[in-house]
């Protein structure tokens, strides 16, 4: 399949700041609108990589959220998606005719979403209702509770409304409090403020020396030692070492039998991972899902290019690019908290060196930048390649379990 547009992704986010789902769309290229071809290409692609052969979502409970028109709304693709968790964006203008009106009833008989575009708020809940089960109200201007309570009230039963752009925290908890069930902005780049005291906290502590213990090669019973002050920490190794995720085939009881069954670059990883998990201020859960995105993904961007084994320092630094937010610290001070190797932590802080790039262009691919075409052509990474690995860390994101 030869592709030139790039993949863009936004979350979806309940009043409660989890990721509910994700929107996926074409980023336009040099001003060209994104065409009926294009939208089907986009349903066909993801059908291939988020479903796998034994026709599992790969995203596990999460919604997908893409945009459609009337020419692609028989496509087969759209049959391999899982109807529950799909839903399809389409603009109010679209359902005045007759013909589009059935095929979307027939879909949603199906159990397929519906989101609409620009619907008319005295139609909410009227007309709208058999038809669509979203409803997407954009917000302009200042006042977005205002318009909030305006949508809340003009909201029907069924009718779900999915508020955007909702950029701002103060924004988010007003239109969470206002009866609004899904978002769209730019959230998932944003500390709460308001967490508990900014900097480490005791858990975070420990695993920082872990780390340090285990880049060291220290031996297995001291590391086992330094584990052992912390209970919650030996839990969630041995849930995460059991898990079917790690598949270790067999019931890891001890420690000292986790350690050796991981391995200390696996075990390296996995602190990172709950470095940021053990957050206890600027905290949310979308930030976290978008770390782990980021790492991954950075990960795979590197894969064919780098000597084997330098896929962990990727996945660090995508990990740690957030870790300030995550931690409510400067980058600086994070830096200064353990050693990382040069090369990750000129990426961190400039963006270039070896890993820079790839980290940024996995920055990139979150923000819908004019600029994913560009740096993917410096690294000489096809768009083809991008997007495959963009959906491939979306879906290894919902298996981590720390």
């Not at 109807?83 to 013909?99: G, I, Q, Y």
């Not at 060291?216 to 001291?222: G, I, L, R, Y």
């Amino acid at each position: 399949m030869h592709q030139t547009n790039f993949i863009v992704r936004e979350p979806l986010l309940d009043p409660k700041q989890r990721v509910i789902g994700y929107e996926l769309c074409w980023q336009q290229q040099n001003g060209r609108e994104v065409g009926p071809a294009d939208l089907e290409s986009l349903v066909g692609f993801v059908a291939e990589h988020l479903v796998d052969a034994d026709q599992n979502w790969l995203l596990r409970d999460k919604l997908l959220f893409i945009d459609a028109v009337p020419a692609m709304l028989s496509t087969d693709a759209l049959h391999a998606l899982p109807p529950e968790r799909t839903v399809l964006s389409m603009s109010t203008r679209e359902l005045a005719n007759n013909d589009t009106r059935a095929a979307v009833q027939a879909l949603r008989a199906g159990g397929v979403g519906i989101s609409l575009r620009g619907a008319n708020l005295d139609l909410l809940g009227k007309n709208l209702s058999p038809v669509a089960s979203y409803a997407e109200v954009r917000f302009s201007g200042a006042d977005v509770a205002t318009q909030a309570r305006t949508y809340a009230a003009a909201k029907a039963s069924t009718l779900r409304m999915v508020g955007r752009p909702v950029a701002t925290w103060p924004d988010f908890d007003a239109c969470a409090a206002l009866g609004l069930d899904a978002f769209v902005g730019k959230l998932h780049l944003t500390p709460r403020d308001g967490g508990n005291t900014k900097g480490m906290n005791p858990a975070q502590a420990i695993i920082l020396q872990l780390m340090q213990m285990v880049q060291n090669n220290e031996d297995v019973p001291k590391i086992e030692a330094v584990l052992k002050r912390d209970p919650a920490l030996i839990y969630k190794l041995l849930r995460f070492i059991n898990s079917a995720g790690f598949g270790a085939g067999r019931q890891i009881e001890s420690l000292r039998q986790a350690i050796a069954m991981l391995g200390y670059a696996p075990l390296y990883r996995w602190l990172v991972l709950l470095l940021a998990t053990a957050s206890s201020s600027g905290y949310s859960p979308v930030l976290m899902e978008t770390a782990v995105v980021r790492a991954r993904l950075c990960e795979l961007l590197g894969q064919k290019f780098l000597p084997r084994g330098e896929g962990e320092y990727l996945f660090v630094a995508g990990m740690f690019s957030l870790l300030d937010r995550l931690l409510g610290l400067p980058m600086k001070e994070v830096l200064d908290t353990i050693q990382l190797p040069d090369e990750v932590v000129r990426a961190l802080l400039t963006r270039d060196g070896v890993y820079g790039p790839y980290l940024a262009l996995a920055e990139a691919c979150e923000l819908n930048s004019q600029l994913v075409a560009s740096m993917a052509a410096s690294l000489d990474i096809s768009p083809l390649d991008v997007n495959k690995a963009h959906l491939s860390a979306l879906a290894w994101a919902q298996n981590v379990t720390t």
